[in-house]
């Protein structure tokens, strides 16, 4: 009887260590497969937070190539030069310069630029063969347009050449130099003396007064119409502005220029319409000047 227990007992002993066994195996094998799913879950959750930050970097990349485009796309229209830009021309470099000459001389200046006279006239003496302080004063009191000198202005082409060159150096303005006679003194290229307009076409008091082309650079020259003025001084301002409103350029006068200028300033001063006019004429002989000078 007792063995009969204590076999019966060790059966069941070894029935419970069996048991309790499967059920410790079972657990681990719950626990293992909690672990797989768990380490499943947190590489499912790493893989998908790597593959949104992948996403996010490769959009914030395309959209940093875009604005890089755009802003080279921007750089290159601002480059461009926009269909309706104006180009600065010479031609506008030219109105600018003239513009601006005529602009900042006042209207007794203006005035004077509308006349060409002799160097006998302007300085008042008999022959004039030098250009000194006399020339200068002058120049500065009756700042004319223009000189026209003649044969007896010539004593040498070394002469001739000095005189012109100081002339030109004691005048404020531009100056329109003529010579409007022959003579065997000086060469036919009278542009290496200095000077710079002849008169062609002559037609009684009319002449065409031509730049020479070998100063401009311009094989056609440039002309303007010039009208010589002659009279008794009390008539010589009404002739010159009847000629000047009649569509002369310059006014040439070679006895009484003082009288001539001083009458017909008086006649255009408070007049807004001639003191128009005079700016206007001055321009069209400036553009003359000033493209010659430009060459």
């Known amino acids: 009887m007792t063995k009969t227990k204590k076999r019966n007992s ?3 002993s070894n029935r419970e260590r069996r048991r309790q066994r499967r059920i410790r195996n079972q657990i681990l094998s719950y626990v293992a497969l909690a672990v797989l799913i768990v380490g499943v879950v947190v590489g499912i959750f790493f893989a998908i ?14 959209n940093l190539e875009e604005e890089t485009e755009s802003t080279e796309e921007t750089e290159t229209e601002e480059v461009d030069e926009p269909e309706d830009t104006v180009t600065y021309t010479e031609e506008d470099l030219l109105d600018d310069i003239v513009s601006a000459t ?13 006349f060409l006279t002799t160097p006998e006239a302007l300085t008042g003496v008999d022959r004039a063969i030098i250009a000194g302080e006399g020339t200068q004063e002058a120049l500065v009191k009756y700042p004319v347009g223009g000189i026209v000198y003649s044969a007896s202005n010539v004593e040498s082409a070394e002469q001739f050449t000095k005189m012109i060159t100081d ?15 022959e003579t ?31 100063l401009l650079g311009n094989a056609e ?10 009279g008794a001084e009390d008539t010589l301002a009404e002739a010159c502005l009847d000629a000047w409103e009649n569509g002369a350029n310059l006014l040439y006068v070679q006895d009484g220029i003082q009288a001539a200028y001083e009458g017909m300033l008086a006649k255009i001063q408070g007049d807004s ?8 004429s001055l321009e069209a002989i400036y553009y003359v000047k000033c493209d010659n000078t430009s060459e």
């Open 10 to 12: 060790s059966v069941t």
């Open 49 to 62: 937070r790597f593959v949104t930050k992948w996403f996010q970097e490769r959009k914030q990349q395309e």
């Open 102 to 114: 005529v602009a900042g001389m006042p209207l007794e200046d203006q005035v004077a630029g509308l």
């Open 167 to 181: 002339t030109i150096s004691k005048s404020k303005y531009q100056l329109f130099l003529c010579l409007d006679e």
């Open 184 to 214: 065997d003194l000086l060469t036919e290229d009278l542009s290496v003396y200095g000077i710079n307009t002849e008169f062609t076409q002559k037609e009684g008091n009319i002449c065409k007064t031509v730049t020479l082309p070998s």
């Open 221 to 230: 020259g440039t002309e303007l119409v010039t009208v010589q003025i002659e």
């Open 273 to 280: 319409g001639l003191e128009d006019k005079v700016r206007e």
